[in-house]
Nanobody, 123 residues
Framework: QVQLVESGGGSVQAGGSLRLSCAASRFTSTMGWFRQAPGKEREGVAVIRTSNSMTYYSDSVKGRFTISRDNVRNTLYLQMNNLKPEDTAMYYC???????????????????WGQGTQVTVSS
């Protein structure tokens, strides 16, 4: 079992920045950030393979968000810059022990989830 606890969410104006943190009891094969806005499906935002630090991003955040990890602190980060109102959502940290192939941003492939942290971007 893996425990994940997110923090760092908040309210910010468009163009601003936030950094989300996810404290993990341990890292799994692949870790990622997902988000879900009201009335919408959960979508993958950014993931990282812990074996080789390869990262993958959704097209909607590429160039604005950066996923990273601190192996000493067992903490996953999501640096979010140039935030837009459409980035407003509950953000979740997730992990899977399986080595994923195909779409790493598919939420159904992840077995461990945090409780989420809210990000609200105003125009």
């Amino acid at each position: 079992q893996v425990q994940l606890v997110e923090s760092g969410g908040g309210s910010v104006q468009a163009g601003g920045s936030l950094r989300l943190s996810c404290a993990a009891s341990r890292f799994t094969s692949t870790m990622g950030w997902f988000r879900q806005a009201p009335g919408k499906e959960r979508e993958g935002v950014a993931v990282i393979r812990t074996s080789n630090s390869m990262t993958y991003y959704s097209d909607s955040v590429k160039g604005r968000f950066t996923i990273s990890r601190d192996n000493v602190r067992n903490t996953l980060y999501l640096q979010m810059n140039n935030l837009k109102p459409e980035d407003t959502a509950m953000y979740y940290c997730a992990g899977t022990s399986s080595y994923l192939y195909g779409d790493l941003l598919f939420s159904g492939a992840y077995m461990y989830w945090g409780q989420g942290t809210q990000v609200t971007v105003s125009s």
